[in-house]
């Protein structure tokens, strides 16, 4: 069978889903400073408490009973295949070693027969797609658009602060509820450079002949006019900006089939919702489970020290970072009555319940260190669907 998804919620056939296989923290470094050969080795010795053996097996076993589920369902599971994620890689400009191959939506974007390779922001990440190629090689001989839009130099840094210092940030009910929920983290916020194409496929939300582009601190508007440009007159992408500033959109907007959205009610809300969605009926929630103790426990006592002596031997990595808590309201539809949640998720499984969805439960211990929830870690290859336009 060929590449086939329109959205996400048509009834699944096939899918990717993402793997713990040889996780590394991330070790990036400007070119023109490079350290030296033994400073390397130090970090890489360093940063590999930072993937304990029980942290990646617990991972492994929580995808693997995902792959069940989905298998059971009937549908084709693919997993990816993993290069040395500890090697560094390097250009002109920088050099770094990549993370890990979990969140496999993030960067490629299925657009009908489409498959689109998306340029992040994060150097960290410039090799990840690679290691979804066999898969794409799989479907190679029936047909398919295999695309990858341009990669960016990062010749100068991408991201960009919002603020200059913590002073100047006003905390918003969303920043207040968020430190509640993570024991008193807050989101560090940032935006991106309008100098090149940078946009992560987890930024749109795909429903047929329309897809909604969040622009936010994982795409920009070059990026989204580059995606209209190569979709062309058939879709029409619609960009908004105004429900959230951080990341990804699925932990703030899911379709969960024609005429049916849920909505982050602490992002989102009547006056900001995005006009295309004006006349869909809406699931408004938020009351998701606060972030576990044992992930906070692990971030605060393991890797944000380890993260610390990374960065003083000169090293920038990703190891302070974490999913927000909203990211368990993150999940993946099966077809239009089916879907697979986080079991932590109990408020949003009764919601769903009572809109008569059928919810599988499934354990996924690491979703907030691993920066992303079930819908990250899968990418529908093929529906049961067709191109449909359901707004006009």
């Not at 490079?34 to 942290?55: M, Q, Y």
């Not at 619609?238 to 969960?256: E, K, M, P, Q």
């Not at 979703?367 to 669907?385: F, K, M, N, V, W």
């Amino acid at each position: 069978m060929s590449v086939n998804s329109h959205n996400g919620w048509d009834r699944l056939k096939e899918i990717v889903v993402g793997t713990a296989e040889r996780s590394a923290a991330v070790l990036s470094w400007e070119q023109q400073e490079p350290p030296k050969s033994d400073v390397i080795n130090k970090a890489r010795e360093v940063s590999s408490g930072a993937f304990p053996g029980w942290f990646l097996d617990e991972i492994g076993e929580d995808l693997e009973a995902l792959c069940g589920v989905i298998r059971e369902y009937g549908a084709v599971v693919h997993r990816p295949k993993v290069h040395d994620l500890a090697e560094v890689y390097s250009s002109p400009f920088w050099s770094s070693t990549s993370n890990n191959i979990y969140n496999v939506r993030d960067l490629h974007l299925v657009v009908g027969n489409t498959v689109i390779e998306t340029p992040s922001q994060h150097i960290s990440r410039y090799y990840e797609a690679s290691a979804l190629y066999h898969v794409w090689y799989k479907y190679f001989d029936e047909g398919f658009k295999w695309i990858s839009a341009p990669k960016p130099l990062h010749a100068e840094p991408p991201i960009l602060p919002y603020f200059r210092d913590d002073e100047e940030r006003v905390l918003t009910n969303e920043d207040i509820r968020h430190r509640e929920l993570t024991s008193g983290r807050i989101e560090k916020l940032h935006k991106l450079s309008e100098k090149e194409v940078l946009f992560e496929a987890a930024n749109t939300l795909r429903m047929g002949k329309d897809l909604l582009y969040l622009m936010s601190s994982s795409g920009n508007h070059k990026g989204a006019k580059w995606l209209q440009s190569v979709l062309g007159d058939e879709y029409r992408v619609h960009v908004t900006s105004d429900i959230y500033r951080s990341s990804h959109i699925d932990s703030t907007v899911l379709a969960l089939r024609p005429g049916l959205v849920l909505l982050n009610s602490a992002r989102v809300s009547d006056k900001n919702c995005p006009p295309i969605l004006e006349s869909w009926d809406k699931i408004w929630f938020e009351d998701v489970a606060a972030t576990t103790e044992s992930e906070l426990k692990f971030q605060k006592e393991v890797r944000e020290p380890i993260a610390l002596q990374l960065e003083e031997l000169g090293f920038s990595t990703t190891l302070r970072d974490m999913a927000s808590p909203w990211v368990g309201m993150n999940f993946l539809s099966l077809d239009p009555e089916t879907v697979i949640v986080d079991e932590r998720q109990e408020n949003l499984i009764k919601v769903l319940e009572k809109r008569k969805f059928t919810v599988i439960p499934v354990r996924m211990r690491h979703i907030y260190t691993q920066g992303g929830g079930i819908h990250c870690a899968t990418l529908d290859t093929i529906r049961e669907s067709k191109l449909e336009d359901y707004f006009s």
